[in-house]
Every structure is written in structure tokens, then in C-alpha cells.
């Protein structure tokens, strides 16, 4: 069994910042606990705009505070983000996260990630990143 907390994993190096200061994310299951998947608490910075494809991985967006918004860049859709809201990108849909309050988002990861990611040039991320042990 696993149980760890959401602080635990923040004092723990699982927090990773994002280079372009759009968001926060704390790791709390990753690739080498071998569940199959990755989850994290995530959160997107007040007034953040970005692009993002996640070409190796697909993702499930579960919204817990905060409005915004993500668009499908497939056909121009904005879908609206408020806590309750699910959005899963199953087709590695490429789209832009706007926030317009802080979003705080529980996300899960399939393959797993590793530990510290962060996006690259196209928004993804890369599948042989470094491990957080």
C-alpha cells in the first residue's frame, strides 16, 4: 500500500515548477511506484494562456477550484473549466489552457511519468525524462 500526503510530496522534491511560470505540479504517483499511471495535483497560474500536445502521453483533467477554459485546437471548441468538470485529452488533442482564476486540477497520466517533466517546445512530454526517486 501506498499513502503519502500532498505536503509530504512537496518537501519531498516532487513539486516541479514549470520553466515558463504557467503552473505548479505535485507528483504524487509516478512511474517507478508501477501502478500503470501518474497522478499529480496541478496547478495553473491566474491568467496563464498556453499550447500544449501531448504527443507520448494521454491525460485526464479533473478540475477541483478555479475557471477557465481548454480548446481544441482540432476544430476550435473552448470548453469551459469549473470545479466538477472532466476533460480527457484521449487523442493526444493538441489544445491551449487558459486560466482565469487559479486552477487547481487533479491529473492523471498514462504512460506514467517519471517525475520531472516539464513541457518542451510542442507542450509535451518527453518520455525518457529524469526520475524522482
Same mark, same amino acid.
Given at each position: 500500500m501506498i499513502v503519502r500526503t500532498l505536503q509530504q510530496c512537496e518537501q519531498e522534491g516532487r513539486r516541479i515548477v514549470s520553466p515558463d511560470g504557467n503552473w505548479e505540479s505535485t507528483r504524487l504517483l509516478l512511474k517507478n511506484d508501477q501502478m500503470g499511471f501518474s497522478f499529480h495535483v496541478t496547478t495553473i497560474y491566474a491568467g496563464a494562456d498556453f499550447q500544449m500536445h501531448y504527443q507520448n502521453h494521454l491525460e485526464s483533467v479533473y478540475c477541483i477550484s478555479g475557471e477557465g477554459e481548454v480548446e481544441s485546437l482540432d476544430d476550435g471548441t473552448p470548453h469551459p473549466i469549473k470545479p466538477?468538470? =472532466?476533460?480527457? =485529452?484521449d487523442?493526444?488533442?493538441k489544445h491551449i489552457l487558459r486560466a482565469f482564476s487559479e486552477l487547481k486540477l487533479a491529473c492523471v497520466f498514462n504512460p506514467p511519468l517519471n517525475g520531472k517533466e516539464v513541457h518542451n517546445s510542442d507542450g509535451a512530454y518527453e518520455l525518457s525524462a529524469e526520475e524522482i526517486i
Open positions: 466538477g468538470t =472532466l476533460y480527457v =485529452l487523442k493526444h488533442d
